[in-house]
């Protein structure tokens, strides 16, 4: 049977779904131009499960169990689910926490660089023109040889431990928010201020989690790879769909008054345009040598993925350093320490492109 979510025609349709559910999330309650963001969404689990002490940014999202899951019944409804491991698997996870770190630099992953933009936030043009000198950075070691070795088959068990761990996350979520409700007791961390406490209802977030994370297994929708594909190949193919995303987001914010154009006061955002652009540069960089955006990595890990698994794990890592360390930019900018790991980062991806490669014939 033709996949047809993977034709011209059915990526720019799961493009334009992801573009309208975002901002509709963002409508039912998630932070301002953050309807769907996997770097924040992942920082705030790794809140949620007290890795980090930054009380603003605490909340088991929803919508990242789901992505997961998702994936993972759309690999198995269509035959599609392959459990394999071992390429590099201690460079991935490094790779995922130097992703995170220039993420919460800019405050976004590649998906919210794009709603940001089309929710008006013009801080976005940095992040996103960051994030393609980041990827073809990354196409020039492709081109050089560069490659993390072949993953191998391995037990199917090997490949539902991730999703597993997604299904223990929401039922810890679910037994959690029903204990709280009888004595006050939480397992979990949450926010009562700031982005953590800003979320759709949990039913609502779950559902189109679970509906992105379906369409995009499908699509095999990526958005670093659809400007690698474009960079490397001239291949509009992966592009149609993010143009999709970003018409549809514009014109869903445009209908829902939530499009609000300027560089200042834009919500989770700051106006140091360099540092917007080198954040960007550094996680568009580590997620070219990965092989993925962090959504994409999630919808690898959902279809027996490991070393996706393992990236996404340095992600929740990286996010953890990023606050205990005072390493995530806010609204008054990136500060000293997040400027250091940037560059610490961009030398440590540097290292990693250069020296992890093939000899070209």
Not at 59 to 75: C, H, K, Q, T
Not at 126 to 136: D, P, Q
Not at 254 to 270: C, D, T
Request: glycine share 14%; net charge positive.
């Amino acid at each position: 049977m033709k996949n047809l979510f993977a034709t011209r025609w059915g990526i720019i349709v799961v493009g334009i779904a992801i573009g309208v559910l975002a901002p509709l999330l963002q409508f039912f309650g998630n932070p301002g131009n953050m309807g769907i963001c996997v770097a924040c969404f992942v920082r705030d689990i790794a809140g949620a499960l007290g890795l980090h002490r930054a009380a603003v940014v605490q909340y088991m999202r929803p919508e990242i169990i789901g992505f997961v899951l998702g994936s993972f019944f759309a690999a198995h409804a269509f035959k599609e689910f392959k459990p394999r491991l071992g390429s590099a698997p201690i460079v991935r996870f490094i790779l995922g926490v130097f992703a995170m770190i220039g993420a919460l630099v800019f405050l976004g992953c590649p998906w919210r660089a794009l709603l940001r933009l089309a929710g008006g936030d013009l801080n976005a043009i940095f992040g996103l023109l960051g994030l393609t000198v980041g990827i073809w950075i990354g196409t020039m070691f492709l081109r050089n040889g560069y490659n993390l070795g072949r993953a191998y088959k391995t037990h199917a068990a090997a490949g539902w431990v991730f999703p597993l761990v997604m299904v223990g996350f929401l039922l810890l979520l679910i037994i959690d928010l029903q204990s709280r409700g009888e004595a006050g007791d939480s397992l979990l961390f949450y926010s009562v201020e700031g982005p953590g406490s800003m979320h759709a209802p949990l039913i609502l977030s779950l559902i189109i989690g679970l509906v992105v994370g379906f369409l995009a297994q499908k699509s095999r929708f990526c958005t670093m790879g659809a400007i690698r594909d474009l960079i490397l190949f001239r291949q509009t193919h992966l592009f149609l769909g993010l143009l999709g995303l970003v018409i549809a987001a514009f014109i869903t914010n445009l209908i829902l008054n939530q499009f609000n154009p300027g560089f200042a006061g834009q919500p989770v955002a700051h106006t140091m345009h360099f540092w917007n652009f080198a954040g960007m540069t550094l996680a568009g960089l580590a997620f070219a040598l990965a092989g993925g955006c962090p959504g994409r990595q999630l919808f690898l890990a959902g279809e027996g993925d490991g070393d996706a698994a393992i990236f996404a794990i340095g992600m929740i890592v990286g996010a953890a350093f990023a606050h205990n360390l005072g390493l995530a930019s806010s609204a008054s900018g990136a500060t000293p320490g997040g400027i250091v790991a940037v560059i610490i980062g961009m030398v440590v991806c540097l290292a990693i492109g250069s020296t992890m490669r093939e000899k070209v014939i």
